[in-house]
């Protein structure tokens, strides 16, 4: 499976962005998937996943409210619209496909892992 983030760029604070990761190669639609992030010094961390039907959503506390993942599984496009976005939301965006229909925070659960995109917030 490859995975093909796009849709980052250079905004300002309080603007929006809507991220979107295609996948190819052996995609299977009975996979939860998921979006994290890096900045530069940092730990990746967790943003949110989606069950492979789309029923059940997961945020971290730092993107809910302003965060909405979903999915399009006739499409294999896993989406992330991001609204009222913040300096500190600044980061590489990475997608990614875990093992089970609905996925946890945990890294290690994942599978499947994208390129990333890149989001950066100004002041």
């Known amino acids: 499976v490859q995975l093909q983030a796009s849709g980052g760029g250079l905004v300002q604070a309080g603007a929006s962005l809507r991220l979107s990761c295609a996948a190819s190669?052996?995609?299977?639609?009975?996979?939860?998937m998921g979006w994290f992030r890096q900045a530069p010094g940092k730990e990746r961390e967790f943003v949110s996943a989606?069950?492979?039907?789309?029923?059940?959503?997961d945020y971290a506390d730092s993107v809910k409210g302003r965060f909405t993942i979903s999915r399009d599984n006739a499409k294999n496009t896993l989406y992330l619209q991001m609204n009222s976005l913040k300096p500190e939301d600044t980061a590489v965006y990475i997608c990614?496909?875990?093992?089970?229909?609905?996925?946890?925070?945990?890294?290690?659960?994942?599978?499947?892992w994208g390129q990333g995109t890149q989001v950066t917030v100004s002041s």
């Open positions: 990614a496909v875990c093992l089970s229909s609905t996925c946890s925070r945990t890294r290690n659960t994942y599978r499947y």
């Open positions: 190669g052996r995609t299977s639609s009975n996979n939860g």
């Open positions: 989606i069950s492979w039907r789309g029923v059940n959503t």
